[in-house]
């Protein structure tokens, strides 16, 4: 039933930065928006070998409010001085068992428990280290290859967190290449296999194959059998100006990605879990970058999307958007200009050419842009091939394009009827003009100086910003 869906709240922070200070950390704005759950502690922070007596106080307040608390942290969380870390060795699965019993004994009221692999962060806490699950190579862990390792973690979870904690466990998949158990569907039906069957035990995946991109198809394991599972959705996307430019997810998510001829037949309309658990829901934060956008409106706009369809799939997500609009005393004519947001974004962030020539489902683009950074490596390997093709001028065109697009939103966003948010949308379609006109600038220099290498290309877009900034925008090291 659909008020059975779980809707959990996790803010995810950077580990560059500090602890993204945010309204949808506040238990009652989250009840009141509609989430049932909320992630306390993530990856960075971490639950395994400590919990603050804050955090105990803050899951009591949580708690009585009616919010599901869940606590998280990576595969293998361990105390710095222990010798463990290998899965091949026992130790290591027992520290694990031992401090995933302290943290339910510690808060009994939680509702339960998240891992995951495939991705560590290291720990500012000096008395944990963190290991994955597939680093080890040693002779101990010899006879363990990927696919055991993780059917280990499946039964290990299923028995400690669920059995023998009576608490819920999401494992959230990762490995997030066209390859990982993310989307790779063989491999999940292998590892999954060694569920036992606890309905506490649950799996989360993105809706998209790989990671927040565009060109990204519908993730095909989303349909695959075995323990009821999350979606999960980004609401400030972090390879798409992580929430400073509007970016309209409602149509994909329902409906699937157009750009990968899956409108109307992919999306949570089309093609959800057999048993569907509900949505793992990113309000803000994801990626590297610190926050930069002014205010959560497009937070806000997207995040009303993904409860409601978690609610109701069935939903059209132009009705959604109107109802977010109404509620939110914005004009009507916001609509239009909003429901034509994923074009723009398509045209600011992607490069028709390079799918063309590439077709790349990672890293569409060559993740020229990504965050807050410019990446050299990636815009100088565009710019040498595509002249080296002789697609030098589609390339510029496209850039040109983006220009002329970025122009006439932002000519139709200073036309619409003020409103409370009008400077911040308005500063919003400027500042993605601003950018389609700086790029278009940029790749015409980097092609008319094709071929470049890599260093030659950081020159050159490092002397383009001191010359004309693009705040908050920066060059990766």
Not at 58 to 73: A, K, Y
Not at 230 to 238: H, T
Not at 334 to 357: A, C, G, H, M
Not at 398 to 427: G, K, Q, T, V, Y
Request: hydrophobic letters at 40%.
């Amino acid at each position: 039933m659909p008020e059975n869906r779980m809707r959990i709240a996790y803010i995810h922070d950077s580990p560059l930065f500090e602890r993204l200070e945010t309204d949808y950390r506040n238990p009652s704005k989250l009840l009141e928006l509609g989430f049932t759950d909320v992630v306390l502690s993530d990856q960075m922070s971490g639950c395994l070998f400590g919990i603050s007596p804050q955090l105990v106080d803050e899951i009591e307040v949580v708690s009585e409010l009616g919010l599901g608390v869940w606590l998280m942290d990576d595969l293998f969380t361990l105390p710095a001085q222990s010798n463990a870390g290998c899965p091949g060795l026992e130790e290591t699965w027992n520290l694990t068992s031992q401090a995933i019993q302290d943290v339910i004994e510690s808060a009994p009221q939680i509702r339960g428990l998240v891992f995951r692999y495939g991705e560590t962060f290291e720990s500012s806490d000096s008395e944990i280290k963190r290991v994955g699950l597939f680093d080890c190579q040693c002779i101990d862990c010899s006879s363990m290859d990927e696919i055991s390792r993780r059917r280990k973690v499946i039964e290990f979870l299923e028995s400690v967190v669920c059995r023998e904690g009576g608490k819920r466990c999401i494992l959230r998949l990762w490995d997030l290449t066209e390859e990982g158990i993310h989307a790779n569907r063989l491999l999940q039906s292998k590892v999954l296999s060694k569920w036992g069957g606890d309905p506490r035990f649950f799996v989360s995946v993105k809706h998209t194959m790989t990671d927040y991109w565009r060109h990204q198809p519908w993730n095909p394991s989303i349909m695959e059998p075995g323990p009821a599972r999350l979606i999960e959705f980004q609401c400030e996307r972090e390879y798409e100006f992580i929430g400073m430019v509007p970016n309209w997810m409602g149509p994909e998510w329902s409906q699937g990605p157009i750009e990968c001829g899956e409108r109307g037949r992919t999306g949570l309309a089309n093609t959800r879990p057999e048993d569907w658990a509900g949505s793992w829901i990113i309000p803000i934060g994801g990626g590297w970058a610190n926050r930069h956008a002014a205010h959560s409106l497009w937070a806000d706009m997207n995040l009303h999307a993904a409860l409601s369809l978690t609610i109701n799939p069935n939903r059209d997500s132009s009705e959604i958007l109107n109802e977010w609009v109404l509620e939110n005393d914005l004009p009507n004519e916001l609509q239009t200009l909003l429901e034509k947001s994923p074009e723009l974004i398509l045209r600011l962030r992607y490069f028709d050419v390079w799918n063309v020539l590439k077709n790349q489902t990672w890293m569409p683009s060559e993740n020229w842009f990504r965050d807050d950074n410019f990446v050299p490596g990636a815009c100088a390997k565009i710019a040498n091939t595509v002249v080296e093709e002789g697609m030098a001028d589609l390339l510029r065109s496209e850039r040109a394009l983006a220009s002329s697009m970025a122009r006439n939103h932002l000519m139709e966003a200073e036309s619409l009827p003020d409103c409370e948010h009008s400077d911040f949308i308005i500063e919003s379609y400027r500042w993605a003009c601003h950018f389609a006109e700086w790029t278009e600038e940029t790749w015409n220099q980097l092609l008319n100086q094709a071929p470049l290498s890599r260093h030659e290309c950081k020159t050159l877009l490092e002397q383009r910003l001191a010359k004309e900034p693009l705040p908050p925008i920066s060059v990766m090291d």
